[in-house]
């Protein structure tokens, strides 16, 4: 409590965004500074200053709806790390979202399962993050798949709203906003994909669908009209988009479970979440 009680506790705000970017470069992750300005203004946000004003540590939580919040970006920068920095703004996370009446719900890598399970987490679902290059082209974009329009949105944040259990309203239009062109919807109304650009590599997802066939149409059509490095997280029950990657050369790079607390069970119809929007947002 000492080493925390020498920092300063903030909000994060607009002025903590390049440093913010600069925790992320540093534990090679992928979100950009769009990214943090979304979070920064639609969620309850920590941070942690050291005595010159340099941010060393931020966390937050995404409010999506009535019923849960998403704990996100908790990162230390390296020097900081092993104080305990990381232990209390989890717990801050935790503790405000209790007090809202809302179950803490996140991706949690290995190394942060341990540290969750003691805390009350259960598991929901296992998924990978999967990476590789593309090369617009192929077979070109599949039938029954169109292109997503600002016409669309209205009907992809409700499709999401059921598929994911929860509200996340604001985010949905934001990743439509980022996707631009790469963004594609099933003619018939039963699954969309976003993307948005990335850090290091594109960001797919979060790819919902009805059924495996209209998943896998979806992706095509990504992989016909994107170009470079990309990311793409999938559950691991969904073992036809797997396959899908592994024969488009993908590689897996590392597995998250799915987590949530104080609750009976996980939220969402997860038969029909096939990519996610990235341990970020959920």
């Known amino acids: 409590m000492d080493v925390i009680n020498s920092l300063r506790k903030v909000a994060l705000a607009e ?4 440093d913010a970017c600069g925790l992320v470069t540093e534990a090679n992750w992928n979100q950009t500074a769009d990214d943090w300005r979304l979070m920064i203004d639609a969620g309850d946000t920590f941070g942690l ?24 970006m908790v990162l230390v920068t390296r020097m900081w790390r092993c104080k305990g920095l990381g232990s209390w ?12 009446g809302l179950v803490p719900v996140l991706d949690a890598t290995p190394a942060g399962e341990e540290v969750y399970k003691p805390l009350g987490f259960r598991s929901h679902f296992t998924l990978k993050r999967w990476q590789g290059v593309l090369a617009a ?3 070109g974009r599949p039938t029954g798949v169109r292109s997503l329009t600002d016409a669309d949105v209205d009907a992809i944040v409700a499709y999401d709203r059921d ?4 509200d ?18 099933a003619t018939a109304g039963n699954g969309y ?16 669908s009805d059924d495996p066939v209209t998943a896998s149409h979806l992706l095509s059509a990504a992989f016909a009209e994107i170009t470079g490095p990309a990311f793409i997280d999938v559950p691991d029950h969904q073992r036809c ?12 790079q590392r597995p998250y479970r799915r987590m949530f607390k104080d609750a009976k069970e996980g939220f969402g119809d997860i038969a029909r979440m096939f990519a996610l929007a990235g341990p970020e947002l959920g």
Do not use: M
Not at 163 to 166: E, I, K, L, Q, T
Not at 168 to 173: A, T
């Open 15 to 18: 002025r903590h965004i390049e």
């Open 137 to 139: 082209g192929g077979n």
């Open 241 to 252: 988009l797997a396959e899908q990657l592994r024969i488009a050369d993908f590689t897996v």
């Open 163 to 166: 598929v994911f259990g929860g």
């Open 49 to 72: 200053e050291d005595k010159t004003g340099r941010l060393v540590a931020s966390a937050l939580n995404l409010p999506y709806g009535a019923e849960f919040g998403w704990v996100s």
């Open 89 to 100: 703004l989890l717990k801050a996370c935790i503790n405000r979202l209790d007090a809202a």
């Open 193 to 208: 994909l976003l993307s948005r650009p990335g850090r290091t590599a594109r960001q797919l997802g979060p790819l919902y």
């Open 168 to 185: 996340r309203s604001r985010v949905l239009r934001y990743l439509a906003r980022q996707a631009g062109r790469n963004a594609w919807l």
